[in-house]
């Protein structure tokens, strides 16, 4: 399964792209902005996109919005991974397109069974 992470923050990129990594069966590559996301996307499909919802520039749900109104990417699932977990802020998530939502911080041995969780719900 090919994962595109997205998270403006050095940190975060890193202990994701290695949580996921645990799993031989991801292939990951992280960005660090939405505009970086959108180039990949020209060049490497992904079988998900997990999302950070803060981020400066666009951020996460502007970049779902963009996505989901794109005949190319608009069938790619999106789970976001934020701190962002209130009922209003996972409503809108939702309400976008996402297909679910993984609070940070989040269980680093577990991230990869939790993504799953999400594409098959």
Known sequence: ???LHVD????????VKLSLELDEDLAVICCSSAQEAL???AQWRP????LDAMMPG?????????L??????CTIPVVFLTALT???DIDLFYSLGAKGVIEKPFDVM???????RHLHA
Do not use: H, K, N
Request: proline content about 5%.
């Open 1 to 3: 399964m090919r994962v």
């Open 8 to 15: 403006d923050e050095p940190d975060v990129r890193e202990i």
């Open 39 to 41: 180039d990949t996307l």
């Open 47 to 50: 079988d998900v996109i997990l």
């Open 58 to 66: 666009m951020d996460g749900p502007a970049m779902l919005v963009y």
């Open 68 to 73: 989901r109104q794109s005949s190319e990417f």
């Open 86 to 88: 209130q009922r209003r």
């Open 110 to 116: 577990t991230l990869a069974d939790q993504v799953r």
